[in-house]
């Protein structure tokens, strides 16, 4: 089958160009990485070459040797992902240490994957450990109420996971651990990469302080939705502090209420008075 062709190709275009439309992806802001199944692999491979160099990662994931990634390339823009597929993402294959890469489809004259690759493959290796290998999405973003946020609020995690909750009543049910917060870091590293996967320990969305928001998910759909609903109560959240702040809202035992009825465990130390 054509790499253009496979259903997994089909949905990662369809996010990026959803993304594109959402307005979190100017220039050639956000990636995207989607660790590919051994079935979908299996389906595609007459179309890949192996022959190509491997190069380092920059960071080590002993738990993804020989695993596959289609993966966002290098200064590449979002919005040209539908266009043309073959330039502007690519598949890479880890060797079998975890430690280099090589291009076996894609990212057509010399383009490189995203330099927040480390980050990528690093919250891959800590949700797949962590998920049972169910976890296969994890995407970039720069949603900008979000990143309006880690300017006004405190770089806490307690603070953003409580606000961002009390601002539409299903965010603590698709987001029931929370949310984790980089304070503002170089971009493109090993040490965001390292720091960031740390809190994918915990959280399945990540903010990086003026910058832009890490998720992680099972599916495209789960990712993208998870990145919707935390950027969309975020934009509740501008509004109510535009509008004077507060006069009322959803109160730590509303939340303990919830979290019965919807069979989700919220952490107390979220709910504090
Ligand atoms: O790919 O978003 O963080 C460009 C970026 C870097
Ligand atoms: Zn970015």
Redesign the pocket.
Known sequence: MKVENAKFVKDYIKITYDAWLKGWHERN???LSYRIGEDEIKDVKDQLSENSEFVPIGVSVSNLANEYFLVTGSGKYMRNVILDPEANIGIAKIDDKGENYKIVWGLLNGAKPTS?FPSHLMSHSVKKEATGGKNKVIY???TTNLIALTFVLPLDSKVFTRELWEMATECPVVFPSGVGVVPWMV?GGAAIARETSKLMEEFDVVI?AH??TFVAGETMDLAFGLMDTAEKSAEILVKVLSMGGKKQTITADNFRDLAKEFHVTLPEKFLYE
């Open positions: 802001g956000g990636n927040e970039h973003s720069h971009p990086w910058h832009g």
